[in-house]
């Protein structure tokens, strides 16, 4: 069970840090080229958010679960599971106070696409921004942290 555990924590949270790059890259040029009109920007972000947070979900949700599967257990020291089972919990918790208190209310001054942005929307903007790459760079830890070889399993004596 602690191997398999080790395995979806391995894989999602590699492929979350791999899927909030490759959104940030892609966000950012979506909403810096030229040609894109603010009208069709706020389509784009109406689009790509979505989905963003809905992989973040499932990806940090998987590794939350395989993160129960190896507490405790001699794979990895208590200490690092310990360690990277917090971070995954800081991590989610940016998660949903992202979605609810940042994105949310950006979102909603972006509603209908091509409205004039209010006043307090490069503030709100600016905090995803920050609160985004603290996600990913948290991360990223983590998954460097269950990344690194495990202890070596001794071989059972007859």
Request: proline letters at 3%; aromatic letters at 18%; charged letters at 5%.
């Given at each position: 069970m602690q191997s398999t555990s080790l395995?979806?924590?391995?894989?999602?949270?590699?492929?979350?840090?791999?899927?909030?790059?490759?959104?940030?890259?892609?966000?950012?040029?979506?909403?810096?080229?030229?040609?894109?009109?603010s009208l069709m920007r706020d389509?784009?972000?109406?689009?790509?958010?979505?989905?963003?947070?809905?992989?973040?979900?499932?990806l940090l949700g998987g590794t939350f679960l395989g993160c129960l599967g190896i507490r405790n257990k001699e794979l990895i020291s208590r200490g690092r599971a310990n360690l990277?089972?917090?971070?995954?919990?800081?991590?989610?918790?940016?998660?949903?106070?992202?979605?609810?208190w940042i994105y949310s209310p950006l979102e909603s001054m972006i509603t209908p696409p091509g409205n004039p942005r209010p006043a307090?929307?490069?503030?709100?903007?600016q905090a995803s921004k920050y609160v985004n790459s603290i996600n990913i760079l948290l991360s990223l830890i983590a998954a460097v942290l269950i990344n690194l070889p495990v202890k070596r399993q001794r071989p059972i004596e007859s």
């Open positions: 395995v979806l924590i391995r894989f999602c949270l590699s492929a979350w840090v791999g899927a909030a790059v490759i959104f940030v890259i892609t966000g950012v040029q979506d909403v810096t080229y030229q040609p894109f009109d389509q784009l972000i109406s689009l790509h958010f979505p989905v963003y947070y809905t992989m973040a979900w499932i990277i089972f917090c971070l995954v919990v800081i991590i989610l918790g940016m998660s949903l106070v992202d979605y609810i307090n929307f490069r503030v709100y903007h």
